[in-house]
């Protein structure tokens, strides 16, 4: 479990460092649908296609990247890419467990249970269910790393917290400063960014030190 998850937080690690030192963007979060591909029809030029994945019916066209192969039955996530022609979806394989920055939103009574915002690298964003019994992080952002499956309609579920730490605070300076506002805010990113790399790395210890008690 603790070779996948290495590579997992070195992507989210990657991310993060992206994420602090570029400028915020117009474009609004695309979240990944994850869980059990019901049906698909493969486009072709120039008749449209569709996808049902994760309880949801998904249209597609012929610059969408769905690979060739029999994928009823299987888990999936379908994601969104950049290509030359503008956006395009693409079909990943759903991962066993997935670590990143987590939010979690409360249950909506009657309406959806419990869910996870997880941003698990820097083109993958994905809400998931929890799952009944699952023990989520607190209210605040965290790093965490979660175990995850699927409930009876084939939507994405978080099934247990693998580890979690509470995200780290960016320490606060009372040194006077002669840098204009935008200046002193990028100053400040790389102390942020490597207090949130030593995060990082102390979720891939922890994986590693379970894994080798587990054997």
């Known amino acids: 479990m603790t070779r996948r ?4 937080i070195g992507g989210v690690l ?3 460092l992206l994420f602090l030192s570029g400028p915020a963007g117009a474009e ?3 979240f990944a649908t994850c869980g059990r591909i019901d049906a698909l029809t493969v486009p072709a030029a120039p008749a449209a296609g569709s996808i049902t994945i994760g309880g949801r019916v998904v249209a597609l066209s012929a610059r969408d990247r769905i690979p060739s192969v029999p994928l009823v039955g299987t888990l999936g996530c379908l994601n969104q890419t950049v290509t030359t022609s503008g956006p395009a979806l693409v079909l ?6 997935v670590c990143g920055f987590a939010f979690v939103l409360d249950a909506i009574p009657g309406i959806s249970p419990a869910r996870i915002d997880i941003s698990a690298g820097p083109n993958l964003r994905i809400i998931l269910l929890a799952a ?7 209210p605040q952002a965290a790093l965490a790393c979660f175990a995850t499956g699927i409930d009876s309609a084939g939507r994405a579920t978080a099934v247990r917290t693998l580890t979690s730490a ?8 009372t040194l006077p400063s ?3 506002p935008r200046e002193s805010e ?3 990113l790389p102390g942020v960014a490597l207090v949130l790399a030593g995060a990082l790395l102390l979720l891939s210890y922890r994986l590693n030190v379970r894994a080798g008690v587990s054997t």
Not at 92 to 97: A, F, K, R, V, W
Not at 166 to 173: D, E, G, R, Y
Request: proline share 27%; net charge negative; charged share 5%.
């Open 132 to 138: 009944p019994g699952l023990e989520p992080p607190g």
């Open 166 to 173: 509470p995200l780290p605070a960016p320490a606060v300076t």
């Open 28 to 30: 609004p979060p695309f």
């Open 186 to 188: 990028m100053l400040s």
């Open 92 to 97: 990943l394989g759903m991962p066993s467990h």
């Open 178 to 180: 002669t840098s204009t």
């Open 5 to 8: 998850a290495t590579p997992l």
């Open 14 to 16: 990657a991310s993060s």
